[in-house]
């Protein structure tokens, strides 16, 4: 699913992704117990109802199926600076960037946490920093001194091992035909 009707396209042409539609993911319209793997990445921070997507990737999934679901971590050098400068301001908590930012907010913990909460079991939960090449693209410096605290936040992330991303490997326990899969708005 792609929201953007130009991405769509160029899955569809360039790349000979058929099966990709121009639309919002609404899990109750795809089958239960239907798909091998299921890959979200840089989605989930960005729904309106957080359990209906998680459980609907659960329904979805075959026994055994995995689901891979990475988004930005907002446990890192980045975030803890913006608490820093909110709280010299005098407010409690960041501002807003813009209405049309994230809708939740994720850890490593918290994510582990959602996707055991709706039965999957979390294999691998691994936390990184992107690359310096991944983030400058769309970077740019106000001021002469945004380059070095630019600098300085991403290799404090990286020494202290916070990165920017986290990225869970979850997968829909195998059951039995006598035993009930645990998976919220199946």
């Known amino acids: 699913m792609e929201p953007s009707e130009q991405a769509a396209s160029f899955a569809r042409t360039a790349l000979g992704l058929d099966g990709v539609k121009c639309g919002v993911f609404k899990p109750?319209?795809?089958p239960a117990?239907?798909?091998?793997?299921?890959?979200?990445f840089q989605v989930i921070e960005h729904v309106s109802d957080l359990h209906e997507f998680v459980g609907g990737i659960c329904r979805m999934l075959k026994p055994g199926g995995l689901t891979v679901i990475g988004t930005e971590n907002h446990?890192?050098?980045w975030v803890a600076v913006r608490r820093?400068?909110?709280w010299l301001k005098g407010r409690r908590v960041p501002e807003f960037q813009t209405g049309n930012h994230h809708t939740f907010y994720f850890s490593d913990r918290s994510l582990r946490r959602l996707a055991e909460r709706h039965g999957l079991v979390v294999e691998r939960c691994l936390v990184y920093t992107p690359t310096l090449a991944e983030k400058l693209p769309g970077y740019r410096f106000r001021r002469r001194?945004?380059?070095l605290a630019f600098y300085g936040l991403h290799y404090a992330?990286?020494?202290t091992g916070r990165g920017g991303r986290v990225i869970a490997w979850c997968r829909k326990p195998r059951t039995t035909a006598t035993e009930p899969t645990t998976c919220w708005n199946s």
């Open 28 to 30: 109750r319209e795809w």
């Open 33 to 40: 117990d239907s798909f091998e793997v299921v890959y979200s």
């Open 75 to 77: 446990h890192n050098a």
């Open 84 to 86: 820093l400068r909110s």
């Open 145 to 147: 001194y945004s380059r």
């Open 157 to 159: 992330d990286v020494w």
